[in-house]
Structure formats: structure tokens, C-alpha cells
């Protein structure tokens, strides 16, 4: 399988490659040359099938011969051996035909967990063989920081620095990031938004000289082998409820569009999904571009689901290049045109059939809380707000009865207690095995919201040689 970037002006890469490089280097992303497609009978054939067998089938396409199938499908299984549910993404019934995708068993809380668990061991695999090193650099609004500093920490090739807006995150998920206590993970808490954030690791990735120096990749979902990951909760989800048979659709709380990618993914790869529901909080950027055409940017305001604070979603750039025929030059042209104006406009074409598989809805905070007390209430269920965005914008945006909905739960209750407190008057008790949180030591560095302030930083920390001056 070879990879082509969404800009089209970066040179086409294998699987190994695109794991390790993260953004491309024309500044777009990388997605696969054209998706693999399995027949009816192929998903049929996995019907049943324990979770870690799914995924070594969904996923074996993207892989191509980086690795042996026997090597792949166990990594695969020692990937989920540690997650506290057997089944590892089971899913509960909610309602008549409605279901939860419980996606917050593994060690981290969040549905991170099910990619950068595979993700930290591909690396280590794939460097290892080469005598390699690499410097993790991403950026997090909350989930991604601790699961990708749980899937590396203490791995010899690998350096973790993970920048988070600085007081912008809850306690239990800055506490995940600050209390690991091992030399090669750097919990950077920047004076900014996620926004701000993410622009630096773009700006970083983006300095083609640094990037080589420090041998950068990327654990946000920017990387692709973490969409693929992804990919395979739809499928052991739609199969478990009828699939190939049956059609299903799927509601999922949205920040950076990685996870309802991953969705588009499995749809394209001939999953029988009939809506993927784009569930947004009171940052509604994608909800007023899918209902307008045009995205634009607005500030950034804090919710009560933090890890959707976002209004620059990178991953939406994949499903652009798509709807735009895969025209890279174009969508390349689009983006500079966005990122200096702020603004973007695409043709009703495009936006129809768009509109064919998407929806979306904005669901504001009171909203959340009181989705998180229905759940109490009428199914004895305690969610995540983040949960909460998805089950509501789920109840909106209905459709067809007969057709299962599946909303996607995120995270794990006990992540966001303030809100689940505020909303059901108790919060949920963390796993036993994080029970400790709040007594572990924080270690974490300030720093402004300036690109070259954490460059000096990694380049420290890297024992990176200075820069020659004059160099590019
Ligand atoms: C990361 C995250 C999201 C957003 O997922 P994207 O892939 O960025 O759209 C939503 N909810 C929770 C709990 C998360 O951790």
C-alpha cells in the first residue's frame, strides 16, 4: 500500500514511512493511494470474531510488508491485552434500537487508548529494526497527551514532548500527562488554546531543517496509523448489530475530526453505514460549514467537553481531498487561501455530497448536562460529557428507526467529574489502578505561546547541536 498526501506535492510513501513522518512535507496529510474494499462475504467471515482478529483483518491491508501477518497480529493482541473489558469495545443498549460505543477501556481513559496503544508499539518495532530515534511531538486538548505518554513512556527510542493548553484541561487529564514519571516523556503546558497549541507542532513540523535534526513524528491524528486504527470499532460495532445485512449509523462527539474520519474510512472500505452524525459543542465550526458551505474561523471557547475545544480540525482536510475529486494542487491551493483569510467556501456540489453521509449538530453546554441526567435517569448509565454531545446530537438527528444508531462514548465519567457532578449531583470513581492520581508528584514546563520557545526547549532536551546561522 502506498500513501499520497492530500496536498499532492509530497512524495508517495509506504506504511513505514508515513508512521514515522506524520504531517507530509508539503504541509498536507497523508491517506492511502486508494482503500482497500471488502466484499459482504469478507465481513461476514469476521462476524464474531473477537475484537484483536478484527483488527489485525481491517487494518492488514494498510500495512502492506512492514510487517509479517503473524508479527502484525500479535502486536495487535498485546496492544489490547491490558484494556479492563473483555470484549474492548463493547457496546450497551441505550434505547430500542440505540447503543453506546464504550471506547474508555483502556489505561487511559479515552478511545486514544485504541490507536496510540498500537501506535507507541509500531514505532518502537519499526526503530528499533533501524537503530533509530524518534521525537514525538503533538499536541493535545486533553485524551491524546496521556495516551500517547502512557503507549511510549520509557521506551528507549523514543522522546515524548506533548504540548496542552496551560489550565484549559480537567485535573484528571493534565494529572495523567504531569505524573508519569519517566525521562523520555516532556509535558509542556503552553500559555494558549488547543489552537495555539496545534499551530506550533504544524510551525515545527513545517521547519523542514529542525524536523530533520530533531526526527520528528507526530501521535496526533494527523498520522494515519492512527486513523486506521480507528477504523476498527465501526467495524466490530456494525457487524455485532447486523452488518454486512444491516445498515448502521454513528453519531460521534467531534474535535479534530480524526475519529468520524476513521468512520468515512470504514464506509469507503464498503461498511454499510447509512449516517455518520457529526456531534459538535458550542464550537460549531463544522456544523455551520456542513450546513452553509463556508468555514470560518471563530475564537475558540471553552466547554464543558474540553477535548472538542476546537475550531481548526486538521482531519477534515482528508475528507476535503476527497470531495474535491483528490485534486491535491487545489485543495493546496484552498488551504493557504484559508489559513490566510480565515475562510473557506466550497461549492454546493461538493457540499451535497457531503451532505449525503454527513450531518451535524451543535450541542451547547446545558444541553450536555441535561443528556448526561437523562442518561442517569433513563438508563442508569453515568456518561462523559463528551458522551453526553454525542447521545444528544444522536436523539436529534434520529433518522430511520429500524436503523441502529450508535453514539459513540468517548470517554471514560470519571475523566470529567465536575460536569457529571454538576449534572447528577455524583461523580463516577476512577478504575482502581488510577485511584493514586491525586497523589502523584506533576512534573511539567511553562512555556509562552511562541514556536521558538519550545524549539529551544526540545533542542535541549534533545541535546541538539545549535543551529548554524544562515541555515534554512
Ligand atoms: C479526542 C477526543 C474527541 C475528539 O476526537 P477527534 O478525533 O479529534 O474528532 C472527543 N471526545 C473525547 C473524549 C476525546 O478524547
Known amino acids: 500500500m ?6 499532492g506535492a509530497a512524495p508517495d510513501l509506504g506504511f513505514e514511512d508515513v508512521l514515522l513522518t506524520g504531517l507530509a512535507r508539503d504541509g498536507g496529510l497523508y491517506v492511502p493511494e486508494r482503500f482497500p474494499s471488502f466484499a459482504e462475504a469478507d465481513w461476514r467471515s469476521l462476524r464474531g470474531a473477537p475484537y484483536q482478529a478484527v483488527a489485525a483483518a481491517v487494518m492488514r491491508p494498510f500495512i502492506g510488508d512492514a510487517l509479517s501477518q503473524a508479527d502484525f497480529a500479535a502486536l495487535v493482541a498485546d496492544s489490547y491485552a491490558g484494556f479492563r473489558h473483555k470484549s474492548v469495545a463493547p457496546l450497551k443498549q441505550i434505547g430500542p434500537n440505540d447503543w453506546l460505543l464504550e471506547l474508555f477501556h483502556g489505561p ?19 526503530l528499533a529494526r533501524g537503530g533509530r530515534h524518534l521525537a514525538i511531538l503533538g499536541a493535545t486538548s486533553g485524551d491524546t497527551g496521556s495516551a500517547a505518554i502512557e503507549a511510549c513512556r520509557g521506551r528507549d527510542s523514543l522522546d515524548v514532548f506533548i504540548l496542552y493548553p496551560h ?15 519517566a525521562p523520555n ?23 523542514l531543517d529542525f ?16 486513523i486506521m486504527a480507528q477504523i476498527v470499532y465501526y467495524a466490530t460495532a456494525a457487524l455485532s448489530l447486523g452488518s454486512p445485512d444491516r445498515k448502521v449509523s454513528f453519531t460521534v462527539p467531534t474535535g479534530n475530526f480524526g475519529n468520524i474520519y476513521a468512520a468515512y474510512c470504514a464506509w469507503r472500505m464498503g461498511l454499510p453505514i447509512e449516517r455518520l452524525v457529526i456531534g459538535t459543542n458550542r464550537n ?36 476535503l481531498f476527497e470531495l474535491v475529486g483528490r485534486d491535491g494542487p487545489h485543495l493546496a491551493h484552498e488551504m493557504v487561501e484559508f489559513r490566510r483569510t480565515g475562510s473557506m467556501t466550497l461549492d454546493g456540489n461538493v457540499m451535497d455530497e457531503a451532505r449525503r453521509l454527513f450531518d451535524a449538530v451543535s450541542i451547547d453546554d446545558p444541553a450536555t448536562l441535561a443528556a448526561i441526567a ?5 438508563s442508569g448509565e453515568i456518561i462523559d460529557p463528551h458522551s453526553a454531545v454525542a447521545v444528544a446530537a444522536a436523539k436529534e438527528r434520529r433518522g430511520d428507526e429500524k436503523t441502529p444508531m450508535v453514539a459513540l462514548a468517548c470517554a471514560h465519567p470519571a475523566k470529567f467529574p465536575e460536569a457529571v457532578t454538576r449534572a447528577i449531583g455524583r461523580s463516577a470513581p476512577l478504575p482502581p489502578e488510577l485511584g493514586d492520581l491525586f497523589e502523584r508528584q506533576e512534573r511539567f514546563t511553562v512555556l509562552p505561546n511562541d514556536a521558538a520557545a519550545v524549539q529551544r526547549f526540545m533542542s535541549e532536551r534533545l541535546d541538539l547541536a545549535p543551529r548554524r546561522a544562515g541555515a534554512a
Request: proline share 2%; net charge neutral; aromatic share 8%.
Open 2 to 7: 502506498r500513501y499520497v498526501s492530500t496536498r
Open 108 to 126: 487511559t481513559l479515552a478511545f486514544k487508548d485504541y490507536a496510540l496503544q498500537l501506535v507507541g508499539r509500531l514505532f518502537d518495532r519499526v
Open 167 to 181: 489550565g484549559r484541561t480537567s485535573d484528571v487529564q493534565r494529572r495523567q500527562m504531569t505524573t508519569v514519571d
Open 185 to 207: 516523556i516532556h509535558a509542556i503546558a503552553i500559555e494558549g488554546t488547543f489552537d495555539d497549541c496545534q499551530d506550533i507542532v504544524k510551525a515545527l513540523f513545517n521547519d
Open 211 to 226: 524536523r530533520d535534526r530533531a526526527s520528528l513524528g507526530a501521535v496526533n491524528s494527523i498520522n494515519w496509523a492512527r
Open 284 to 319: 460549531d465550526i463544522l456544523a455551520r460549514f456542513l450546513k452553509t458551505g463556508t468555514m470560518t474561523v471563530a475564537e475558540v471557547e471553552p466547554s464543558l467537553s474540553p477535548s472538542m475545544d476546537i475550531q481548526v480540525s486538521s482531519n477534515l482536510e482528508r475528507l
Open 374 to 378: 437523562r442518561s442517569w435517569k433513563e
